[in-house]
């Protein structure tokens, strides 16, 4: 399973961006694609996931209310749609995958990675 990560760049505050996550090589019958960021010098933290039939989603308290994960794509793309973006948001965010229905917020749950996409948001 390879996923690909694209669309970071330099926002301002109050502003929007759209990140995109390719995934191939999945059978797609129970998978979860997360999104995860890592700022300079912490953890990667768990930002929002979705289940690829798109009847589930979780968000981190963070974020919610400003991201949103898509439910569907074409082409094997999921969205996360950054609105309101805060200096806070800075960071690599990463795609990731998990094989099953169960959703879970650790990194260490997740197998596959995409190679991540640095979004800065100046104040």
């Known amino acids: 399973v390879q996923l690909q990560a694209s669309g970071g760049g330099l926002v301002q505050a109050g502003g929007s961006l759209r990140l995109s996550c390719v995934v191939s090589?999945?059978?797609?019958?129970?998978?979860?694609l997360g999104w995860f960021r890592q700022a300079p010098g912490k953890g990667r933290e768990f930002v929002a996931a979705v289940s690829w039939s798109g009847r589930s989603i979780r968000y981190a308290d963070s974020v919610k209310g400003r991201f949103t994960i898509s439910r569907y794509g074409e082409h094997n793309t999921r969205y996360l749609q950054m609105s309101n973006v805060e200096p806070g948001d800075t960071a690599v965010y990463y795609c990731?995958?998990?094989?099953?229905?169960?959703?879970?917020?650790?990194?260490?749950?997740?197998?596959?990675w995409g190679q991540g996409t640095l979004v800065t948001v100046s104040s």
């Open positions: 090589g999945s059978a797609f019958s129970n998978f979860i």
């Open positions: 990731a995958g998990r094989d099953g229905s169960l959703f879970y917020t650790e990194d260490r749950n997740y197998a596959y």
